[in-house]
């Protein structure tokens, strides 16, 4: 799941409030997807829910997030371009933001299949599966999926792929180097759809969903320079979610979902700045910050949920299920992203700092 920068790392200002909105309810989307799969699969009658769930693809929320977080790294990095120490300075925050909490959770997930293998969906292979899995290197499992034993983490492999290809250009002055991350991950892409690529790692880095990443930052360039009246803003976002609904058969993931995303993106941050300093402005923040705990840790809350229904026999309504298991999930997310993940990631990304003899910037 793509990961964009905390409100600490980007900016203060309100005019973020909604892409930490977009942020919160493109993981909530995700998280939805998974849980009602499995409320369905009980198949107890529940028409209300499987019409909800086919109404939008909800796991376009991955799309959202990948054009988000093109979008924030390149203005949450304007301090580092054209700076010697910059990819490093980069890459230790990345790292300290991404790394902790999903290798936690890795680590809860192979301990959960070891010890209740036949409730855990799990189908793992060799050393070099394992390894690969934690340096976010694509890996194909015995059945040829491309994905790790944590399944939710393919969508890290391309963000690591974008931080890194991003980093490669940060000593470049920003207007060189966008358009370098641009046109490498571009020529990647072309190559890939082209055939002039071999293996795994190099394939599936060069699917086209990463031009989701270069939408969001030519989104960013925007910033400061349109600011659209509220009313296009709404019909922008409406527009978005009816080509979601539409879901074209036929088009590529990288359009029938990033063109969507971008718009509900676009929507959501070419505004004129605002000012709130309300509670549900710090609650949004709040949200869109636990976002990525949200999307890893759902899998786990969805299971247990699924386990004490199945095995208590709890009747009810799927829909009433789907609620109280999306509802658990978003309290335990927010619980590890403030007694976890913030802390983790603090100390984390000064022992790096220090390792890589930066000098921590003093606020």
């Not at 371009?81 to 910059?86: H, P």
């Not at 030519?218 to 978005?240: C, N």
């Not at 959501?268 to 509670?279: D, I, K, Q, T, V």
């Amino acid at each position: 799941m793509p990961v964009a920068p905390q409100a600490d790392e980007v900016s203060r200002a309100p005019r973020y409030e909604l892409v930490q909105a977009l942020r919160a309810l493109a993981a909530m989307g995700v998280a939805f997807e998974h849980t009602s799969h499995d409320a369905l699969a009980t198949g107890i009658a529940a028409p209300l829910l499987l019409t909800l769930k086919s109404w939008l693809p909800w796991s376009a929320g991955v799309d959202v997030f990948f054009v988000v977080s093109g979008f924030v790294i390149t203005l949450s990095s304007r301090a580092f371009f054209g700076r010697r120490d910059g990819p490093a300075r980069f890459l230790a925050r990345r790292i300290a933001r991404i790394v902790p909490i999903y290798w936690a959770m890795t680590f809860l997930f192979l301990a959960a299949a070891a010890v209740l293998p036949s409730e855990v969906n799990a189908t793992l292979a060799g050393p070099w599966y394992f390894i690969a899995s934690f340096l976010f290197i694509p890996c194909a499992r015995p059945d040829g999926l491309v994905e790790p034993p944590l399944g939710l983490g393919w969508t890290l492999n391309y963000e690591m792929l974008f931080y890194v290809v991003f980093a490669l250009f940060l000593q470049l002055p920003r207007k060189l180097a966008i358009p370098g991350t641009i046109g490498a991950l571009g020529v990647l892409v072309a190559l890939g759809q082209g055939g002039a690529l071999s293996g795994v790692v190099l394939n599936t880095w060069a699917n086209p969903i990463v031009l989701e990443f270069c939408a969001g930052m030519l989104l960013a360039l925007l910033v400061g320079r349109i600011a659209l009246p509220t009313t296009l803003r709404w019909l922008i976002a409406g527009l978005g979610i009816a080509l979601l609904h539409l879901d074209p058969p036929g088009w590529p993931r990288a359009l029938a979902w990033g063109i969507p995303a971008l718009l509900l993106m676009a929507a959501a941050s070419l505004g004129a700045p605002r000012h709130s300093r309300s509670r549900l402005t710090a609650l949004l923040v709040l949200l869109g910050d636990a976002s990525y705990a949200l999307y890893l840790v759902h899998p786990f809350v969805m299971r247990l949920a699924t386990l004490l229904w199945r095995r208590i026999g709890l009747a009810g309504s799927p829909l009433l299920f789907v609620l109280a298991s999306l509802v658990i999930a978003q309290l335990v997310a927010v619980a590890l992203h403030v007694w976890f993940e913030r802390p983790t990631t603090t100390s984390v990304r000064a022992m790096l700092e220090r390792w890589l003899l930066i000098r921590p910037k003093v606020a």
